[in-house]
Every structure is written in C-alpha cells, then in structure tokens.
C-alpha cells in the first residue's frame, strides 16, 4: 500500500487549497479513504471519509460546509477541496486507508494557513 499526498502550501485566511491523494498497491475502488489532520501539538484528527465508491461522506465538524472529499476511482485519487481556510486548519494532512486491524498512512503534506 502506497499514498502520496501533494498540494499543500501556504494560504491565507479565506482562501482555497485541493489536495490529492495517490494510492497504488492495492484495488483502490474496494477500499473507503479517509483525510486526517495534526497541528503541533495536538493528536492528529479524521477530517472526513468516503465510501469506495464515493457515494458516502463524513465529515469533522470543524470542516462541515468548507471542505469537500472526493474520489476518481479510475484515476486511483482521493481528494480533498478545502475552502473558506481559517488559520486553525494550519496543519499536517494524512491521506489514509483506514482497515479494521490498522491504518495506512501517507507522509503527509503541511498546510498552513496565515497572513
């Protein structure tokens, strides 16, 4: 299993960032994915999940109504458009497939939110 996260980057307050998600090494359509995030010093969080088929989501909600998971089975991509970014999203964001018995993690890509 293999998820590479890119996209990240400086924003300011009110402004957009997509982030994606690259997953190999597995059927991607099978499996539900999830976005996590941890700020310094905090434990790191789920943001939101979707279904292998992307027709399910949830979300934290801290992101309700800004922040939006998506996926392209065909592309093995997972997604997540984040909008309306206040400074309290400033974290690191994990792609992740979450099984019963553990969770794969991607390395994360640093979003930080500041004027």
């Known amino acids: 299993v293999q998820l590479v996260e890119s996209g990240g980057g400086l924003v300011q307050p009110g402004g957009s960032l997509r982030l994606s998600c690259a997953a190999s090494g597995f059927t991607f359509s099978s499996y539900a994915m999830s976005w996590y995030r941890q700020a310094p010093g905090k434990e790191r969080e789920v943001v939101a999940d979707i279904s292998s088929a992307g027709g399910g989501t949830n979300y934290a909600d801290s992101v309700k109504g800004r922040f939006t998971i998506s996926r392209d089975n065909a592309k093995n991509t997972v997604y997540l458009q984040m909008n309306s970014l206040k400074p309290e999203d400033t974290a690191v964001y994990y792609c992740?497939?979450?099984?019963?018995?553990?969770?794969?993690w991607g390395q994360g890509t640093q979003v930080t939110v500041s004027s």
């Open positions: 992740a497939r979450r099984d019963p018995l553990r969770i794969f």
